[in-house]
């Protein structure tokens, strides 16, 4: 079996490759600030999306009559993939828009497409998602804030959490209760488009223990929205939830993101000498980064097979949690050994000018505490794989 890519694949790789180079400073890996949320931070990020735009490659994918060119998925698998190798600024961003855009296309009305998919496609408004609360995360249908319909609209309170980029985003995306006397829990819940002017919303920022402060929580306090932001059927927002929640976890940024890390160790190890011996002779070291490059190869395979499922119109819900699962426990393993093989180094932070990698693996060992709990936990994933993937029962 080959797996190589083809030519054309090839090409728009290299011209991804290009335009990250063209478009990020130089010293973006080493030094700059890939992931705080100061005003620099904000404005590469917002140029960075522009050109993203510009190029087409927000909405490339799209049909032909919602202003897209019915591009391959592939290309925006390999989009993703080298946008979370060079640590691309606004990923949360570009993410999200994938997922707003895919709820549109698919379950939106005409009117919802017409007023939302331009913006999107400009990269002009930005949007957050509000699926977890303090009581459902991993387990969507737990959802407790509760839309109650009244005269024209419906009237939303309650509270979400891990609503990253809400302080910066103009809409949000969210399933709500309208329906809690349901039999069925899925069949309580609706998604929705919600203007974050809107009056009764309140967003705090909450700072990560890595130092990002992207995430927020979101306070809903009688908050009114038109009828017409229902997005498809009432009490079908479980549908539009998981599929969105399939893009969330399907992707290559796993096997991106520590293919750098390992890049970089192996250079560590090559340039660094204990005791007068280089790091790259030790048996100890050398089998930990062959390790790595093993899982590493696993993750991407995992991650191309589902881009392949995607592509053929296939169910994703297994092969994507397989991957996230992998990818996110892999995320933790890679940023561990990497603090290993550092030594000393791994104390130092983004900032400290003898931070080896722009103080990233150490960045990362603390972001990636959380990684294994976003978009579904481990147990999560594995229950998903076991009825879905292998077809046992639900316990």
Same mark, same amino acid.
């Given at each position: 079996m080959d797996f190589r890519l083809t030519e054309e694949q090839e090409r728009f790789r290299q011209e991804a490759r290009d335009f990250m180079s063209r478009q990020l400073p130089s010293d973006w890996l080493h030094g700059g600030v890939p992931e705080d949320e100061t005003d620099y931070w904000w404005e590469i990020s917002q140029k960075f999306l522009?050109?993203?735009?510009?190029?087409?490659?927000?909405?490339?994918?799209?049909?032909?009559?919602?202003?897209?060119?019915?591009?391959?998925?592939?290309?925006?698998?390999?989009?993703?993939?080298?946008?979370?190798?060079?640590?691309?600024p606004a990923m949360d961003y570009w993410y999200r828009w994938?997922?707003?855009?895919?709820?549109?296309?698919?379950?939106?009305?005409?009117?919802?497409?017409?007023?939302?998919?331009?913006?999107?496609?400009?990269?002009?408004?930005?949007?957050?998602?509000?699926?977890?609360?303090?009581?459902?995360?991993?387990?969507?249908?737990?959802?407790?804030?509760?839309a109650a319909e009244k005269d024209d609209c419906y009237v939303i309170n309650g509270q979400k959490i891990w609503t990253s980029g809400a302080h910066r985003s103009h809409w949000c995306f969210a399933p709500l209760m309208t329906d809690?006397?349901?039999?069925?829990?899925?069949?309580?819940?609706?998604?929705f488009l919600i203007?974050?002017?809107?009056?009764?919303?309140? +967003?705090?920022?909450?700072?990560?223990?890595?130092?990002?402060?992207?995430?927020?929580?979101?306070?809903?306090?009688?908050?009114?929205?038109?009828?017409?932001?229902? +997005?498809?059927?009432?009490?079908?927002?479980?549908?539009?939830?998981?599929?969105l929640v399939n893009i969330e976890?399907?992707?290559l940024g796993a096997a991106s993101l520590t293919q750098r890390i390992l890049d970089w160790l192996?250079?560590?190890?090559?340039?660094?000498?204990?005791?007068?011996?280089?790091?790259?002779?030790?048996?100890v070291i050398r089998h930990k980064l062959a390790q790595m490059a093993i899982e590493i190869q696993i993750c991407r395979m995992l991650a191309?097979?589902?881009?392949?499922?995607?592509?053929?119109?296939?169910?994703?819900?297994?092969?994507?949690?397989?991957?996230?699962?992998?990818?996110?426990?892999?995320?933790?393993?890679?940023?561990?050994?990497?603090?290993?093989?550092?030594?000393?180094?791994?104390?130092?932070?983004?900032?400290?000018?003898?931070?080896?990698?722009?103080?990233?693996?150490?960045?990362d060992y603390m972001w990636n505490l959380s990684i294994t709990i976003a978009g579904g936990t481990s147990e999560i994933q594995r229950l998903i794989i076991a009825t879905m993937g292998l077809g046992l029962p639900r316990m």
């Amino acid at each position: 079996m080959d797996f190589r890519l083809t030519e054309e694949q090839e090409r728009f790789r290299q011209e991804a490759r290009d335009f990250m180079s063209r478009q990020l400073p130089s010293d973006w890996l080493h030094g700059g600030v890939p992931e705080d949320e100061t005003d620099y931070w904000w404005e590469i990020s917002q140029k960075f999306l522009r050109g993203l735009a510009q190029k087409g490659w927000l909405s490339f994918t799209w049909p032909k009559e919602c202003g897209g060119q019915e591009r391959p998925l592939w290309e925006d698998a390999l989009l993703g993939e080298e946008m979370a190798s060079w640590r691309a600024p606004a990923m949360d961003y570009w993410y999200r828009w994938k997922m707003v855009a895919a709820l549109l296309l698919n379950f939106g009305s005409e009117e919802q497409k017409r007023r939302h998919l331009p913006g999107i496609a400009k990269g002009e408004v930005y949007w957050c998602q509000g699926f977890s609360e303090p009581v459902a995360g991993s387990d969507l249908g737990g959802v407790e804030v509760r839309a109650a319909e009244k005269d024209d609209c419906y009237v939303i309170n309650g509270q979400k959490i891990w609503t990253s980029g809400a302080h910066r985003s103009h809409w949000c995306f969210a399933p709500l209760m309208t329906d809690p006397d349901a039999e069925k829990r899925s069949r309580r819940l609706s998604m929705f488009l919600i203007d974050m002017k809107t009056p009764g919303i309140t +967003v705090n920022r909450l700072e990560s223990l890595e130092g990002a402060a992207h995430l927020c929580e979101t306070f809903f306090d009688d908050v009114r929205v038109p009828k017409e932001n229902l +997005v498809g059927e009432r009490g079908r927002g479980w549908l539009g939830a998981m599929a969105l929640v399939n893009i969330e976890r399907s992707g290559l940024g796993a096997a991106s993101l520590t293919q750098r890390i390992l890049d970089w160790l192996v250079q560590f190890a090559k340039e660094t000498k204990r005791n007068g011996v280089p790091l790259a002779e030790d048996p100890v070291i050398r089998h930990k980064l062959a390790q790595m490059a093993i899982e590493i190869q696993i993750c991407r395979m995992l991650a191309y097979r589902t881009a392949w499922v995607q592509a053929t119109g296939q169910d994703v819900t297994s092969v994507g949690a397989m991957v996230k699962l992998f990818g996110s426990e892999l995320m933790q393993r890679v940023s561990n050994t990497g603090l290993q093989i550092i030594g000393p180094y791994a104390q130092l932070v983004p900032g400290s000018k003898w931070a080896k990698f722009g103080g990233l693996i150490t960045r990362d060992y603390m972001w990636n505490l959380s990684i294994t709990i976003a978009g579904g936990t481990s147990e999560i994933q594995r229950l998903i794989i076991a009825t879905m993937g292998l077809g046992l029962p639900r316990m």
